[in-house]
């Protein structure tokens, strides 16, 4: 039985080949492209699920608040772990971090230096409690319970003193940050890379809580200070009960943080499984992004579908003669439908086979939208049941309107062909224009995403930041450098002719990391506190970057002047730059400093965020950057390339070398990007998907009018009156569809544009061009179709008939 | 073996009635060779229809060997009428993707007759109707008379007791319509019911009664003797 069913679905195919070559294309992109999300979604949620305990650990994060600004930080203030682990009840263990990225790492014996190592960490010894390692070497126990010690990962054992052994490797020294000399205590396993907590130097937290000038930098008692890298880890016994944790927090504010008037502070317990999803030292993935993702791999699939039923339900009186003839030869409707299922299937199994060549050639053409590290393992169980699971859902879900149509049919009627106006066939015209709106609406929708998103970022391409991002190039310079270094290059890189001028600073003016501080105003005995945002640079900091100098001076390299902008200016109470020369305020509780100069606002961050109340001042112990602005019509790569020569004589050990700011402020909108690319080739594959159905019916009804096109023809018809007569019905159907389409997708984008404190208007004409596009589309498919049909010569036509 | 009593059927449009089939009574046994003869429109095709179970759209009572078909559940009609009925048409009405072979072996397939009995069954049909060699041919690639064997190879292959024609010469040249209406009548000497539906006199011979319908009545009944 099954073996005639599939016989007669292959010869089906054969006989059919342009609607075979549609179903299949159509199913075998939907379900790569469902495959391909699929997989993407597994592996995003499947970060740290090997921890043991996975649902018991968790981060503590601050969200500082001042009226509707909030400032989250996904870390604590530094003496919350001492508290936490007083004060809490029901915590297992608990570890405190101090993630120190980018750490330079050098030999202590010879003068030989790593160069900057990314996951370096200060951590205590019940870090291994909670995220256990396998330890090759050392006591777990004691590895870092003092200072000066550090536990490295075999890859780092390679790295920094090649193929040894670990009884070798034990007790090696080594200096971090040119200052700090630790010794190997411990070795571990390297960590899989489906964690997020991927360090490799484990540095003991001690050697940062013994030093005075380390206190004071990782603000080892200061309650205010909110530092991302000093992080909590703890291993609740209760996880079930989180709102009794919660309170327990609320009782550390109360008793710890006295908050200024309009500021408040608030801890979250965030559970390991959301760590891959805010921040973490591997890569973070988005959640909406995903969920977009996964919408839109939906959408194909839904699309591919919705064509199957149309042209299947169209082909219904082709097919009709053949089911009248099995019922009259004693078929059973069921066995009637189990034919047409199992045909399906033959399509879908099909269609399986041509989407897993489309993975593999999609994993490579977009590798870069996809995570760097995952695979596409075909024969995980997870995998096969997935698409086995797929398939059986696409045969169904496409298979069963069809084959509930068609076996219905009155055997008598449907072998007399009959069919035409009996009851069912009106409703599978209604099922099959609703399918064709529904599939334009999704197409012209992806149009108008990709339409809005592109003008959005052309839009913020154009914004102008406040400052010139041509022509500067920037690079690091070792932290808390004490011999000086810093001035040397800056004097040698000034000497260059095609250089302008040279700024060092503490951070470059735009850039992802943001520093906020607060700063304090003294009217009597009285203290107004001020949130601002901090910059550190010298006095040609806002020269080389041509941010304009509304009023006053720079600062003359003097720790007692700042400078501000015009947004903390207004804060301060003044509505002309000049008023505000000469205000004095205390920094740091400590510092009394003056107001030398007012600059013009400028975007310090994305576009994304309003300009922040700013103050910029002169630190230069902290200095840990020199931006060099290049003279006009400098050959920039030839700049660089003597810069970095310039860089490399004073600093060997400094491999990164300059980069261009203007390359930075183009990735801030790199996930948008992303995004504008995604959506595109969706869109285009919806697009191809509708075409091709569009393909197929018009294909097919138009074989059927080829009888009333020759006598209206003969009746003296012209070729456009017939083209306009065909169309129209499809004509009507994009409009339905175009205003289907633009009420979800304009409060969608709407719901887009809101997070950009920078945005466009939303462009009316775009929704105008995407339903054009549609319609285009829609006449050149099926005027195609319709002129094959209108140039036969009618007598032919008719003779035939 | 069949009885109707006083069948109607009609189709009402908006003002009137229409009757196809009007006060039918008629009464059948086994091993007759009925045939129904009248004009375009007369009602023979739905009276086959009716008989075969293929119309269940009709007013009257249909006893098939003492059954009431009409009361019957769909399951049980549809169940008889795979068991007892056969049927042939004017088109032939073959499975174009189906091979000869195939073709014969699909009633099979739906009576669930295992692989081996099949293949006898088969092999035994296209032996008798000289068709062996066309077995693995496409519909398409016979004449009209050779297809209109398939079909009747079809139709007795569930070896039905009541073969239903509906105009099976319909389509044919004289000479392969002659050599049909012997297969019927051989088919008739063993045993097979059948009732079939034409237009031609010549056809009628063949069998040994004869129907005239006129406007959906039965107007003659008439026993043929050879």
Same mark, same amino acid.
């Given at each position: ?41 597994? /592996? ?197 009960? @989180? ?189 099959? =224009? ?45 932290? @808390? ?18 250089? =302008? ?33 901090? =910059? ?12 304009? !100098? ?57 576009? /994304? ?32 390339? @003597?810069?970095? =020569?310039?860089?490399?004589?004073? /600093? ?22 992303? !995004? ?63 205003? !289907? ?11 887009? @544009? ?12 775009? /929704? ?34 | ?88 048409? $004017? ?49 398409? $690639? ?53 009732? $079939? ?30």
């Amino acid at each position: 039985m099954l073996r005639n069913y599939l016989i007669i679905a292959w010869r089906n195919l054969l006989r059919n080949k342009l609607r075979a070559a549609i179903h299949i294309l159509g199913l075998a992109i939907g379900i790569a492209a469902c495959f391909v999300i699929y997989n993407m979604l597994s /592996y995003e949620y499947g970060f740290n699920r090997d921890v043991p305990g996975y649902d018991k650990i968790f981060r503590i994060t601050t969200v500082t608040s001042h009226g509707e600004d909030r400032w989250p930080n996904v870390g604590v203030p530094f003496p919350m772990g001492d508290a936490v682990k007083d004060e809490v009840g029901g915590v297992e263990s608990l570890a405190r971090i101090f993630d120190n990225a980018n750490a330079m790492v050098g030999l202590a014996e010879r003068p030989t230096a790593f160069g900057r190592q990314r996951h370096v960490v200060y951590t205590e010894d019940k870090y291994f409690d909670i995220f256990p390692a396998k330890w090759l070497g050392g006591n777990p126990e004691k590895a870092l319970n003092r200072p000066n010690t550090v536990v490295l990962t075999q890859s780092s054992v390679n790295k920094y003193f090649g193929e040894i052994s670990v009884q070798e490797a034990l007790g090696k020294e080594l200096i971090y940050n040119d200052s700090i000399s630790v010794q190997v205590t411990g070795i571990i396993e390297d960590i899989k890379e489906n964690n997020d907590l991927i360090y490799t130097d484990y540095i003991s937290l001690s050697t940062l809580t013994s030093s005075t000038s380390a206190r004071k930098f990782i603000n080892a008692e200061n309650w205010d200070n909110v530092n991302s890298a000093s992080q909590l880890y703890v291993q609740l016994s209760h996880p079930q009960q @989180l709102s009794s944790y919660e309170t327990s927090l609320d009782q550390i504010i109360d008793k710890y943080l006295n908050n200024e008037e309009g500021w408040s502070t608030e801890f979250f317990i965030e559970p390991l499984s959301d760590l891959h999803f805010t921040v973490n030292p591997n890569h973070t993935a988005n959640k909406f992004t995903l969920m977009g993702l996964s919408i839109m791999a939906v959408f194909i699939l839904m699309i591919a579908c919705m064509n199957f039923i149309n042209l299947e339900t169209a082909q219904a009186i082709v097919r009709a003669k053949e089911i009248g003839i099995r019922k009259t030869l004693g078929s059973s409707r069921f066995q009637l439908m189990l034919q047409f299922f199992s045909e399906t299937l033959v399509i879908a199994l099909l269609a399986l086979m041509l989407a897993l060549l489309l993975t593999e050639f999609s994993v490579h053409y977009f590798a870069e939208m996809i995570p760097a590290d995952m695979e596409i393992n075909y024969l995980s169980t997870g995998n096969i049941l997935f698409l086995l699971g797929l398939v059986v859902l696409v045969t169904l879900l496409s298979a069963i309107y069809p084959a509930l149509m068609l076996t219905g049919y009155n055997p008598v009627k449907a072998i007399k062909n009959q069919l035409k106006d009996i009851h069912q066939n009106r409703w599978g015209y209604f099922v099959r =224009k609703n399918l064709t709106v529904l599939q334009f609406t999704l197409s012209i929708g992806f149009i108008i995403g990709v339409l809005v998103i592109s003008h959005q970022l052309k839009y913020l391409a154009n914004e102008s930041m406040g400052f010139n991002k041509e022509l500067v190039l920037y690079a690091d310079t070792p932290f @808390l450098d004490e011999s000086g270094r810093n001035d040397q290059l800056k004097e040698s890189l000034e000497r260059l002719s095609f250089v =302008k001028s040279v700024s060092l600073s503490g951070d470059i003016l735009a850039s992802r990391s943001l520093f906020t501080t607060t700063i304090e105003r003294h009217k009597g005995e009285e203290i107004e506190e001020l949130g601002i945002q901090a =910059k550190n640079g010298d006095s040609l900091f806002v020269d080389t970057y041509e941010v304009p !100098l509304l009023v006053g001076k720079r600062i003359e390299n003097d720790s007692t002047e700042i400078l501000i902008n015009e947004t903390f200016m207004k804060d301060l109470g003044y509505d002309f730059p000049a008023d505000a020369i000469g205000e004095q305020l205390v920094l740091y509780g400590e510092r009394n400093v003056e107001v030398v100069g007012v600059v013009k606002d400028f975007n310090s961050r994305s576009l /994304y965020e309003q300009i922040r109340p700013l103050v910029i001042f002169y630190e230069p112990e902290y200095f840990t950057k020199i931006n060099v602005k290049l003279q006009a019509n400098t050959n920039l790569q030839e700049a660089k390339s @003597l810069l970095d =020569k310039e860089m490399k004589e004073l /600093y060997p050990e400094e491999d990164s070398g300059f980069r261009f700011f203007d390359e930075l402020v183009a990735n801030f909108y790199q996930s948008e990007q992303k !995004l504008q690319e995604v959506l595109s080739f969706a869109t285009v594959l919806a697009i191809l998907i509708s075409g091709m159905g569009l393909f197929g019916l018009s294909a097919f009804t138009i074989a059927q009018r080829t009888k009333e096109i020759s006598i209206r023809k003969v009746l003296g018809a012209s070729a456009s009156q017939i083209l306009v007569l065909i169309s129209r019905e499809y004509m009507v159907l994009i409009l339905i569809a175009f205003v !289907l389409a633009v009420v979800p997708t304009w409060l969608l984008l709407e719901e887009w @544009l809101k997070q950009f404190a920078y945005r466009t208007p939303m462009p009316i004409s775009l /929704y105008l061009l995407a339903g054009f596009l549609a319609f285009l589309l829609c006449v050149v498919i099926v005027g195609l179709h319709s002129l094959r049909t209108i140039n036969r010569n009618p007598s032919e036509v008719l003779k035939s008939e | 073996m069949i009885k109707l009593s006083n069948i109607d059927k009609y189709v009402d449009s908006k003002f009137q009635r229409v009757f196809i089939l009007k006060g039918i009574d008629l009464e059948i046994e086994q091993g007759e060779f009925v045939t129904l003869m009248g004009p375009s429109g007369a009602g023979k095709s739905t009276l086959l229809n009716i008989i075969g179970l293929l119309d269940d759209d009709y007013v009257g009572d249909y006893e098939f060997e003492g059954e009431m078909v009409n009361k019957m559940k769909e399951k049980q009609r549809h169940a008889l009428h795979k068991k007892e009925f056969g049927n042939i048409f $004017q088109a032939y009405h073959l499975i174009d993707e189906l091979t000869v072979y195939e073709n014969i072996e699909t009633p099979l397939l739906y009576r669930s007759v295992s692989s081996s009995e099949r293949k006898s069954i088969v092999a035994e049909l296209l032996d008798r109707f000289n068709m062996v060699a066309k077995k693995d041919l496409f519909p398409a $690639q016979l004449s009209g008379g050779q297809q209109q064997l398939v079909g009747i190879a079809r139709a007795i292959a569930g070896k039905p007791r009541v073969l239903l024609a509906d105009e099976p010469t319909g389509n044919l040249h004289s000479n392969q319509a002659k050599q049909i209406m012997e297969v019927f009548a051989e088919l008739n000497r063993e045993g097979t019911t059948i009732i $079939q539906a034409t237009h031609a006199e010549e056809n009628a011979a063949y069998g040994n009664r004869l129907l005239e319908i006129v406007d959906g009545k039965i107007e003659e009944d008439k026993i043929l003797i050879k």
